[in-house]
């Protein structure tokens, strides 16, 4: 069975500081991992996603993430947080390869606020 | 492409009534999916259609729960007898082709049973 945990459900960063926001996977076979963001009173939005070839991928807003699979994470960063980027944050993982390709595993979320 | 939809934003039910909740998907997409997201937790898949065909449902879906997906168009999702544990946010998504790279999501339906 496929599993994610995010550590941290709460991050708080300065405008201007690093984003990171950590996500751990669990999956039987090579999985297709994403992140997904979530605006207040907004349906969630893709960011990024990694399926196959290279492990650093870019996504939209200046976000970025790099698959690990020794250490089978998928931290999520930026290099600048801006006022705008304060939401909701989900990572989710697809046994696609696994033949289960309609359903997405979220973690719990981490909720990113940025100080002025 | 005017996004998923979901109708209604809100729906506020005494335990024991029956609710309905209605999605429309992006018009060309042929998948579309039923989440579940309560107070402190991501989302948690429920069921999906392929055009008309309802292919799986978590355990999750209680036989209190069905979902139709008549001519391969919205989508609807019915909860009979509802408890206070159904109160929860109802997501729909759909997507084009054959996987779920891209899911595009509805802003969902809040559920308060009381």
């Known amino acids: 069975a496929q599993s994610v945990t995010q550590l941290g459900s709460h991050v708080s960063v300065s405008e201007g500081a690093l984003v990171l926001l950590r996500c751990n996977y669990s999956?039987?076979?090579?999985?297709?991992l994403f992140w997904y963001v979530q605006y207040p009173n907004q349906g969630l939005q893709l960011l990024l996603k990694?399926?196959?070839?290279?492990?650093l991928v870019k996504g939209i807003n200046g976000f970025e993430a790099e698959f690990k699979k020794s250490e089978t994470s998928f931290h999520l960063t930026k290099p600048s947080a801006h006022m705008s980027d304060a939401a909701e944050y989900f990572c989710?993982?697809?046994?696609?390869?696994?033949?289960?390709?309609?359903?997405?595993?979220f973690g719990k979320g981490t909720l990113l606020t940025v100080n002025p | 492409d005017t996004g998923v939809s979901q109708d209604p934003r809100h729906k506020i039910t005494k335990r024991g009534q029956n609710v309905t909740f209605r999605c429309d998907p992006i018009s060309e997409h042929n998948r579309l999916y039923w989440y579940r997201q309560t107070l402190g937790q991501g989302p948690e898949f429920l069921t999906y259609f392929q055009n008309e065909a309802q292919l799986e449902k978590s355990r999750l879906l209680s036989d209190r729960f069905s979902a139709e997906r008549p001519k391969g168009s919205f989508s609807t999702l019915e909860i009979q007898r509802t408890e206070q544990g159904d109160s929860a946010m109802y997501l729909c998504?759909?997507?084009?082709?054959?996987?779920?790279?891209?899911?595009?999501f509805g802003s969902g339906t809040q559920l308060s049973v009381l």
């Open positions: 998504a759909s997507s084009q082709g054959q996987g779920i790279e891209k899911l595009f």
């Open positions: 999956s039987s076979v090579p999985p297709y």
């Open positions: 989710a993982v697809s046994d696609l390869r696994g033949g289960s390709n309609y359903k997405l595993t």
């Open positions: 990694y399926t196959t070839g290279a492990t």
